[in-house]
């Protein structure tokens, strides 16, 4: 029973992980239709901001957990106004785009930092709080409250502000939004921002329990694909829901089932998933405009 | 006459001069109205007459505004179009053509006809053209300087001076007043102008930069490093190339590598095998274009798969690292083996841990592809025969949290846990994971990922209670010693943590030995009949040996010693050397 409470609260802090990054994916996608391949060096950019900003330069993590934040959300801004805008009704494009600016990423961030993993960056609250059999470390702890709370952040966002209207409709239908005065030129650039700000908070946050090495984008990427798609793409909180929804199926078939076999489980899912509901747990049959 | 009514009116937001509408053109907003319309009125598309549209600028995008709004809008190409200009009274003139088609029966003769009608404008699309040489437009500061006379406003997003002769002024389009009148170029231009001084800039270093062998130097020897350069596996093969390129850089700083009376500079080419198969047998191919025939590497086992076939068919000596069962077999007399597999020095070093910490029962984890399998089953058979009870345990490569993985671990509770051929940064998740979910038994590491990512995981020696792992090279060999301090000097850096670094340095010494004996660096047959017929020596390891006829059918494995290093109840031991047998 331990065992099962134990691996159930593994995947409710996989699962506000993912879905940190899912939500940032399927946001950029249901808003300007581009898959953005450099999402995950979001997290690997994040990542190494703190890295630099508490280690490098000996401020405290706080600081550089939000220093990570807004230097990815402004290189999301960059990335968008400089490279994205003008291909952005071109979906091929725009992938090329966004893979080529992470495989020069990565590059650069191995020659800055090297190919292995970093050392001396650990998150700064060590411990496990245990009660019986069950364990949760405090820095899961930590994360899982931060990421909670800005998933509740973004939904406020999207849902209760004039400004998430305006990004709803730019999803819904960006012909008509753009007749309304809503302007692409304004609302893409800062929701890439905002997407990349999550995937940037969750590396901060993230790579200092785990390992921090050039590579952790591919990984997180492919897993945003599966959330996203699981949750119906351009679906904020599809996405969501397939998050916790894959946090709790990696931790329960890689616990009782073992590493190999567990992914296998987790691909079945989907499969089905998609074969009974195609466009995904909340998304619609097909994105217009 | 009939009556007309007008009906289901419907308009976009007013915008302003320059404001949120700046970046549509007059087309897209109409077409909008206009779908918009059909959607709300349901009226077939085809059942439309006419569409009559106020338009007081046309510019090329629309030249034809009613014309090109039906047609965009989706309304069937028999809908005909108008554009109307009575200035400010173009929208009600609109109107009143509409209402007089209508009801004069100029349109069809059908029930119901509409006319749409709808004015339109767009201030920041519209091309000014004017003969006179200042600017009537309202909120322009002063006129022109340059002496022109005329000047357009040509897409929303500049405005260009045309017959200044060089001088062109930008400003910013829609926001009512020219900004510059200096001759501030456009970005197309600066972007121009960057481009071709970046490329000049370029080839200038370049040229700079290559470096043109001295007189004394006038051959060169080339030698391929082969490895995972990018990947979750670049650690292991950018430390094998620097092993690679320091033996290099110490034949070089002795005048060269000596062939047929001179002296020859030796190059290195390297090649990212991705850590794949495919990888490996691109590397393969390319540096047979570069004309290399002999390799140190590939470092893994799917890149030696692929490697292997295509340097046989081709020629190319090399030199693999990898663990695979058959790593080196008389099918392919090119591949040599680096170091040796945990079949050779595993039995001794498990009996050897056994021996000190006791435990009955080992948990083997690895990633789930040819390179952790196939060391996995060896590691198998190793404990098997010493005594212990295996189980094995493989996760998908490429996981970056192991909370499930610990927890299931704990779950099966072993008294050791051997941690195989996990990557440095997996070992470092792993071992921390293991200790937060309150692992308190044996901790091997046979796989060569050394001790540094243990260390880390568990967030330092004195959190560390029972480790044995192996050094591929012994760390605290004087040699080895000796070894890093000269890549220092040689270098100007600290020499790579990573095991493979030594292990790659010592081959490559071996092999550049070889290359001097045969003469030759082109010929991959002469290369490894001199490989098999000199002792293998190190400036500092001494004097090595070849083995592998029993175990693989071909003697073609360097005996460079291994070591075990061990960390008994919290206290570091130093690493000891351990001696493998030629044959």
């Not at chain 1, 952005?88 to 961030?109: E, K, P, R, S």
């Not at chain 1, 190919?115 to 060590?126: A, W, Y």
């Not at chain 2, 083997?364 to 590691?379: E, L, R, Y």
């Not at chain 2, 058979?381 to 345990?393: D, F, H, M, R, S």
């Amino acid at each position: 029973m331990e065992s099962a409470i134990s691996t159930g609260l593994i995947g409710l802090s996989l699962g506000s992980q993912y879905a940190m990054i899912a939500i940032g994916f399927t946001l950029i996608f249901g808003i300007m239709g581009v898959i953005n391949f450099m999402h995950g060096g979001g997290y690997v950019i994040g990542g190494y901001l703190a890295f630099a900003v508490s280690s490098g330069m000996g401020l405290p993590f706080p600081i550089a957990v939000i220093g990570a934040a807004i230097g990815t959300a402004l290189i999301g801004y960059l990335i968008e106004t400089f490279f994205v805008d003008k291909y952005v009704d071109d979906h091929n494009a725009t992938m090329l785009i966004t893979l080529g600016i992470y495989l020069v990423v990565t590059t650069v961030i191995i020659i800055i930092f090297g190919p292995e993993p970093v050392s001396g960056f650990s998150f700064p609250i060590s411990g496990v709080l245990r009660w019986g059999g069950l364990y949760f470390s405090y820095s899961n702890i930590v994360v899982l409250v931060i990421c909670t709370t800005t998933i509740v952040a973004v939904y406020s966002l999207i849902y209760r502000t004039r400004y998430g209207i305006a990004l709803r409709a730019m999803a819904d239908n960006r012909a008509i939004a753009t007749a309304q005065g809503i302007r692409p030129g304004r609302m893409f650039p800062v929701a890439f921002s905002l997407a990349m700000a999550l995937a940037g908070l969750t590396g901060a946050l993230v790579t200092p329990i785990l390992v921090l090495e050039p590579h952790l984008g591919e990984g997180q990427l492919l897993k945003a694909f599966i959330m996203v798609i699981l949750g119906g793409l351009g679906s904020v909180a599809g996405a969501t829901i397939a998050a916790f929804a894959v946090g709790a199926v990696e931790a329960y078939s890689s616990v009782y089932l073992g590493g190999s076999k567990g992914a296998l489980v987790l691909f079945i899912i989907v499969l089905v998933i998609l074969l009974v509901r195609p466009s995904g747990l909340l998304g619609r049959e097909a994105r217009k405009a | 006459m009939r009556e007309a009514y007008i009906c289901e009116p419907v308009r976009t937001p007013v915008g302003r001069f320059g404001g949120s509408f700046r970046e549509l053109i007059p087309a897209h907003l109409g077409a909008t109205v206009v779908r918009g319309l059909l959607e709300r009125t349901s009226i077939p598309p085809d059942a439309v007459d006419d569409v009559l549209f106020a338009q007081c600028y046309p510019s090329m995008d629309a030249p034809a505004l009613g014309r090109v709004v039906a047609l965009d809008a989706g309304l069937p190409i028999e809908v005909g179009g108008l554009q109307i200009d009575r200035r400010c009274g173009s929208g009600l003139q609109a109107i009143i053509y509409a209402l007089m088609q209508v009801e004069s029966g100029a349109s069809d003769e059908a029930d119901l006809k509409p006319d749409y009608d709808a004015s339109i404008e767009s201030l920041a699309c519209s091309a000014f053209s004017r003969s006179q040489r200042s600017i009537g437009v309202q909120q322009l500061p002063q006129p022109l300087p340059c002496g022109c006379d005329r000047w357009d406003l040509w897409r929303p997003k500049a405005i260009w001076v045309a017959g200044c002769g060089a001088k062109q002024a930008g400003a910013r389009a829609g926001e009512g007043h020219v900004t510059s009148w200096s001759g501030r170029t456009t970005m197309k231009d600066a972007w121009k102008r960057f481009r071709s001084i970046a490329l000049s800039v370029a080839v200038s270093l370049a040229t700079a930069l290559t470096p043109s062998p001295s007189a004394a130097q006038s051959c060169e020897v080339k030698i391929g490093a082969v490895g995972p350069l990018s990947g979750g596996a670049s650690g292991l093969g950018l430390s094998a190339a620097e092993g690679t390129k320091f033996a290099a850089a110490v034949v070089n700083a002795e005048g060269g590598l000596p062939i047929g009376g001179k002296r020859c500079l030796v190059r290195v080419v390297d090649f990212d095998a991705k850590y794949t198969p495919a990888g490996g047998a691109a590397a393969a191919n390319y540096l047979a274009s570069e004309n290399v025939r002999i390799t140190m590497g590939p470092v893994g086992s799917p890149e030696t798969t692929g490697f292997r076939p295509a340097a046989k068919r081709i020629g190319i000596v090399n030199f693999s690292s990898s663990y695979m069962r058959d790593v080196i077999t008389p099918e392919f007399p090119l591949t040599f083996h680096a170091l040796q597999a945990p079949v050779t020095w595993a039995p001794l070093l498990t009996k050897a841990a056994r021996d000190q910490f006791k435990f009955d029962t080992v948990l083997i984890v690895a990633p789930n592809d040819q390179g952790g399998t196939d060391a996995g089953k060896q590691f198998v058979q190793v404990y098997a025969a010493a005594g212990v009870k295996p189980l094995e345990e493989y996760y998908q490569r490429g996981t970056t949290n192991f909370a499930p993985l610990a927890a299931r671990i704990m779950n099966i509770n072993p008294q050791a846990i051997e941690i195989s051929t996990v990557p440095p940064g997996d070992g470092v998740i792993l071992v921390k994971q293991l200790m937060e979910a309150g692992y308190t038994g044996v901790i091997g590491a046979l796989g060569g990922v050394g001790l540094k990512s243990i260390v880390e995981g568990a967030g330092g020696v004195e959190n560390l209670k029972n480790v044995y792992w192996l050094e591929v090279s012994p760390v605290d060999h004087p040699g080895i010693v000796k070894l890093r301090a000269d890549y220092k000097a040689i270098m100007g850096k600290d020499a790579p943590d990573n095991p493979l670094f030594a292990v790659f340095a010592l081959a490559t010494e071996v092999a550049l030995k070889a290359v001097a004996n045969a003469g030759t660096d082109a010929d991959a047959e002469k290369i490894a009949d001199a490989l098999r017929s000199l002792t293998p020596e190190s400036r500092y390891m001494g004097k090595a040996g070849w083995r592998g006829k029993s175990l693989y059918g071909i003697n073609q494995e360097l005996t460079f010693p291994p070591g075990i290093g061990m960390i008994v109840n919290g206290e570091r031991k130093t690493v000891k050397t351990v001696e493998i047998p030629t044959e």
